[in-house]
């Protein structure tokens, strides 16, 4: 603020000029600073709130029912589409790839392996950050805009109980699920081209697949999706019940959910698959 | 300890009292140390222009904005440091009318009127159902609004079923927000007759607050004018017209000129 004031007044002194503006630039990289870890104290400060909430009765059933229906199956579409084209793209470059020095056999490998490891969950978290983050983000922003979360208060609901609680918990158990048929119509993608496009024989094709599989590959897939369930779902919450004034504020808790969730998700990824894998 | 201590000073038909309660939001002093106290089943409305604090005031009243520095006791128990679950406890004595109603739009009429009664009460469904079309009726809308959804009612019916939310647990203090705020004058004044008949019929003490005048005539029994986050006149309903200050003058008459500049706020 002083620096502020000092900068209105425009000092002669063009030695006292240059020490406003590094004082200025410093006060912003210091601000920035700030910013930055007071927003990781207060989503830590949310997490920890939210997943208490979740294992503290009392429970709303019918929320978390009708969060794992919204959360689950209503994203079957987009999720099994991503992953059969996924699938289907992998095995048809691998094999433009692979032809070259006669290694088409490893295709059945290639597609298994990346589906189930890397790209079933990390499209899958993609996709249901655009479409549950958001629309979390969003409701739960207007609730907040319309005093629909104070009128919780007043009713003697918590919140975090009402409206976290059963779409944290939604997001963690479901993305597993979703991410088990992704993996499954993922390797159908790469088995459709390789058999029918690419003349591969139907048996050696599956049971390479099956041969070559391991529980690993597909179980950190699945540690990873539900990682990612929670990173989505905690987002869009964190973002709504924080959610500015207005519509602007409405639109500005869709942006920051989605784009949050995004980059967790792929941060998460690669910390996960270290982890897992090294 | 302290608030047991405290019970035995405080009078005992102060229901809602705040002392010296301040609230800035950074550099934005918007409460003063406002000091004011209702007894049991009065009903004050606080007066004052946009900005002067008002609704900042009464959510602290509530305990949905923490002050920085003061008092709110109800009943003479000291609230302002009470933990989630004694907050929860405390809630169920208030019932709060929202300016834009808040009614929960995924949930039907009838399920928002109950909402109180079916999270803390575990009234049974059907029941809660029934008392749900009793409360609407009070307020004089049909049963056959019950299984509509918020956004299907006008503005002045969806006031109307907030205030049946509001007092369907049968508080003890209802706050009421700006309550005829975006009505027409004639449904702006059956919701102030529906206000006076419900305090009426639950005996609750009632913190209003409003900008409009006819309301506050109409529905108070001591009025305060809160201005720059302090309260600087309170007195009887019927002492508003002679009110010995030019600020509460030159509102109640709702001049632009005057000691209160607008712009400034």
Redesign the interface.
């Known amino acids: 603020m002083e620096t502020a004031t000092a900068n209105k007044e425009k000092p002669t002194n063009p030695l006292t000029y240059a020490a406003c503006v590094l004082l200025g630039f410093l006060q912003r990289i210091g601000e920035m600073f700030l910013g930055f870890f007071s927003g990781v104290g207060r989503i830590s400060a949310f997490t920890a709130n939210g997943v208490r909430h979740s294992f503290t009765p009392p429970f709303y059933g019918r929320h978390i029912f009708r969060q794992l229906i919204d959360i689950g199956y209503y994203s079957l579409p987009v999720v099994g589409l991503t992953a059969l084209f996924t699938g289907m793209v992998l095995a048809l470059q691998s094999y433009t790839g692979f032809s070259r020095f006669n290694a088409e056999s490893a295709i059945a490998n290639v597609v298994a392996l990346s589906i189930t490891r890397e790209l079933a969950p990390v499209l899958a978290g993609l996709m249901v950050s655009g479409r549950i983050g958001a629309s979390i983000a969003a409701e739960i922003a207007t609730m907040r805009v319309t005093e629909q979360i104070d009128a919780l208060v007043t009713l003697s609901t918590n919140p975090f109980k009402y409206l976290v609680a059963p779409r944290l918990i939604a997001g963690t158990l479901m993305l597993p699920v979703l991410v088990l048929v992704a993996d499954i119509i993922g390797i159908m993608g790469g088995y459709i081209v390789s058999v029918f496009a690419l003349d591969f024989l139907s048996e050696t094709y599956l049971r390479q697949t099956w041969n070559f599989i391991q529980f690993m590959d597909v179980f950190s897939g699945l540690v990873k999706a539900a990682v990612f369930g929670f990173i989505v779902t905690l987002m869009g919450c964190y973002h709504g019940y924080n959610a500015g004034r207005g519509a602007q504020g409405v639109g500005a808790a869709t942006i920051n959910a989605v784009v949050s969730s995004s980059i967790l998700i792929l941060i998460f990824n690669y910390v996960l698959t270290q982890v897992f894998f090294s | 300890m302290t608030a047991n201590l405290k019970i035995k000073k405080a009078p005992r038909n102060i229901k809602l009292a705040l002392d010296n309660v301040s609230k800035s939001f950074g550099n934005n002093q918007v409460l003063n140390g406002v000091s004011l106290s209702i007894p049991k089943g009065k009903s004050l409305v606080v007066i004052g222009g946009s900005g002067s604090g008002k609704s900042v005031m009464l959510?602290c009243a509530?305990?949905?904005i923490t002050p920085d520095s003061g008092t709110i006791k109800v009943d003479g128990m000291n609230t302002t440091g009470y933990s989630?679950d004694q907050?929860?406890?405390l809630?169920?004595k208030?019932?709060?009318l929202?300016?834009?109603g808040?009614?929960?739009?995924s949930l039907s009429i009838w399920e928002n009127v109950a909402?109180?009664l079916m999270?803390?009460n575990k009234t049974p469904k059907k029941e809660a159902r029934e008392i749900a079309i009793e409360k609407l009726r009070s307020v004089g809308l049909g049963a056959r609004v019950a299984d509509l959804y918020p956004a299907e009612l006008s503005g002045g019916m969806q006031k109307r079923v907030s205030l049946a939310?509001a007092i369907a647990?049968e508080p003890e203090i209802i706050f009421f927000d700006e309550p005829t705020t975006g009505l027409d004058p004639i449904m702006a004044d059956v919701i102030n007759d529906l206000i006076i008949k419900c305090r009426e019929e639950l005996g609750a003490t009632t913190l209003s607050i409003t900008h409009d005048m006819a309301s506050a005539r109409k529905i108070a029994d001591n009025i305060a004018m809160l201005y720059q986050g302090k309260i600087i006149w309170h007195g009887k309903a019927g002492e508003i017209d002679k009110p010995n200050n030019i600020y509460v003058e030159q509102f109640v008459h709702g001049r632009a000129d005057g000691p209160i500049n607008m712009d400034a706020a």
């Open positions: 959510k509530l305990g949905l989630a907050r929860n406890e809630m169920k208030f019932g709060m929202f300016q834009g808040a009614l929960f739009d909402f109180g999270q803390n939310r647990a």
